[in-house]
């Protein structure tokens, strides 16, 4: 094993601090991505577990308990409570409490966190893969050139390197991973 030197703990070598800067820049991603749908990124998640349950779990209306939806997401109850509220006002999500155990909460998605699945997919992965370029040209960066006002990916981007990204998605898995074992 080499020595450690005191500028492997220079900040910009510090794999903390990168994951930390690409959390921000993803939320400032989400936030303009999400936008248009009055959601926030964490509302987001929410949605993504719903319509996973809807197609993985054979339920129509994407439905799940809160303690599943908080296990499936690493997030507390009291943390879900307030951000399904304001889904449920808005629209997207119902909270159930079934005859059968009123102690338990179910969230369902309606007609509206059905029918909007395939818009917001499409609009994420637009975003997400006018990030991912074969060729990057001069600006491909700058956020405000993310996706035309309709939506769409601008006419002058090559395709999008798929390859770059899963491997990217399958490393960021392996390091959480990783992390866990550590904590745990």
Partial sequence: MSEISSNDFALDNQLCFAIYNANLWFGRFYQQALKPYGLTYTQYLILLALWDSMHADDQPNGQLSLRDLGTKLSLNSNTLTPLLRRMEDAGWVLRLRPD??????????TEKGRRAQEDIEGRISV??????????????SDTADIVDADGSSPATSPAPD???????????HLLVDHLKKIVN
């Fill in 162 to 172: 798929l390859a770059a990204f899963r491997r990217i998605l399958d490393d960021s």
């Fill in 127 to 140: 975003c997400v893969m006018h990030g991912f370029k074969e060729d990057k040209t001069p600006g491909a």
């Fill in 100 to 109: 059968t155990d009123r102690r338990q909460l179910l969230v369902q998605l």
